[in-house]
Nanobody, 121 residues
Framework: QVRLVESGGGLVQAGGSLRLSCAAS????????MGWYRQAPGKQRELVAY???????SYADSVKGRFTISRDNAKKTVYLQMSSLKPDDTAVYYC???????????????WGQGTLVTVSS
């Protein structure tokens, strides 16, 4: 019913930048919150940042001042601009979107497939 396609991960040196994108498609009436999570090897998945449909943003303390989340509602896409990357940022990054389905107006939480970000020292 709803599909998320992520892109933008890869290998970058410490101090570098990457931009992740996550595009939603399918039977979507509207989108509420959009967010990014990450999971490093051997660690639990953690919230990195989220943005409401009104544009309010929130960040994990570990990424404040370095990462910026944004969204394009017309494109049903959420972005994560990552700067001053550190080796500790190495993880699989997942987007998470709360969608309201067309027709039923049921709320469906959807996860992306994940994109690997590797930061070398």
């Amino acid at each position: 019913q709803v599909r998320l396609v992520e892109s933008g991960g890869g290998l970058v040196q410490a101090g570098g930048s990457l931009r992740l994108s996550c595009a939603a498609s399918g039977s979507i009436f509207s989108i509420n919150d959009m967010g990014w999570y990450r999971q490093a090897p051997g660690k639990q998945r953690e919230l990195v940042a989220y943005i409401t449909n009104g544009g309010y943003t929130s960040y994990a303390d570990s990424v404040k001042g370095r990462f910026t989340i944004s969204r394009d509602n017309a494109k049903k896409t959420v972005y994560l601009q990552m700067s001053s990357l550190k080796p500790d940022d190495t993880a699989v990054y997942y987007c998470n979107v709360d969608t309201v389905l067309r027709g039923t107006h049921r709320i469906l939480e959807v996860w992306g497939q994940g994109t690997l970000v590797t930061v070398s020292s």
